[in-house]
């Protein structure tokens, strides 16, 4: 599907009309002036997916692929989609990983939607939990520096990934990050003044220092992740995490929300912005260099990794 597509007309009821084939839309997509219908959605989600794991290889054949799943909405539309997209590549197979960092009255939740998930689809699963790699649960981990809660735990739930990736033998991370959440690391990192972090970019070649990462829904926005998996039936509700509200992340987020439905194409721009950025510091200074932490060997920017810096601090 093409810029090409002009804006559907509306039915006598008000409701709009696919662009591509004149039944009821299910989405309304400003930005890109159209709507779409529930099978036209789903087949433009899936391949502006396939789209972007093609045009940045993110998939290679023979790739066993872990992918980080939390059992949130992101995280299940990706495993449909790639099991559904996996026929494409020759000898790849998909192995889930649940990371449980023990938060009370929400992990629960969130770990049984991904084990039914992975039982309906007949995907491996993996769960690992913070208490048997840290000896402690997150809220434990947490008490006092409950400001810091998502700095902490991004950290940790990174590493638990990526060391249960590796003991599972995956060659390729997937994480469900969204148009919305790279549009708000973007600014988030800018308002930081954090460019080396803001042009970061793990997923870009493969390299023996770190297993890529990869975000294959990285063009999708929320808003379409969430009609595509209610219009198929694939979508609950779940609770949110209590930590959340401590997070900048969220102001962030309600602020690119709102200029996204005054100004359709926001997100897009910032990360076009990115891109730019990354063009012109392309081999510049700016672009941090990969070493291994000195302590315990992980790749990092600095002498030691902000694992091991936890560990002399949150962990100890
Ligand atoms: Fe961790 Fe923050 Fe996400 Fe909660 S919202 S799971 S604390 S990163
Ligand atoms: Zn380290």
Redesign the pocket.
């Known amino acids: 599907m093409g810029d090409s597509v002009v804006a559907g007309s509306d039915a006598p009821g008000g409701i709009p009309l696919c662009s591509c084939c004149g039944e009821p839309a299910v989405i309304s997509r400003p930005e890109r002036q159209h709507h779409l219908c529930k099978t036209h959605l789903i087949e433009d989600v899936e391949a502006r997916v396939a789209a972007t794991i093609g045009k940045e290889g993110q998939i290679r054949p023979g790739d066993r692929i872990a992918v980080g799943l939390s059992g949130g909405k992101d995280s299940t539309a990706l495993l449909v989609i790639l099991s559904r997209l996996l026929h494409r590549w020759q000898g790849v197979d998909l192995v889930a990983i649940t990371v449980d960092?023990g938060?009370a009255g929400y992990r629960a939740d969130t770990l049984r939607a991904a084990e039914s998930l992975t039982r309906q689809l007949g995907v491996e699963h993996r769960i690992v939990s913070f208490c048997n790699i840290f000896e402690n649960d997150?809220d434990t981990l947490l008490k006092g520096r409950e400001t810091q809660?998502?700095t902490i735990?991004?950290v940790l739930?990174k590493k638990a990934l990526a060391d249960a990736a590796r003991a599972a033998g995956a060659t390729v991370i997937a994480t469900g990050h969204n148009l919305d959440d790279e549009a708000q690391s973007v600014l988030m990192n800018a308002l930081r003044g954090d460019i080396p972090r803001l042009l970061r970019n793990t997923g870009a070649g493969r390299s023996d220092l770190f297993l890529p990462r990869v975000k294959p829904l990285a063009a999708i926005s929320e808003k379409e992740i969430a009609v595509y998996l209610f219009v198929q039936g694939l979508f609950t509700l779940l609770p949110e995490?209590p930590?959340?509200r401590y997070?900048l992340r969220s102001e962030v987020r309600a602020l690119l929300a709102k200029l996204e439905w005054q100004h359709p194409g926001t997100m897009l721009h910032l990360m076009e912005s990115k891109r730019k950025l990354e063009q012109m510091c392309a081999g510049t200074p700016v672009m941090e260099k990969l070493h291994r932490c000195r302590e315990c060997g992980d790749p990092c920017s600095g002498v030691i990794c902000q694992v091991c810096r936890l560990r002399h601090s949150v962990l100890k």
Do not use: H, K, P, V
């Open positions: 960092e938060i997150l809660a998502c735990c991004g739930r995490c930590y959340t997070a």
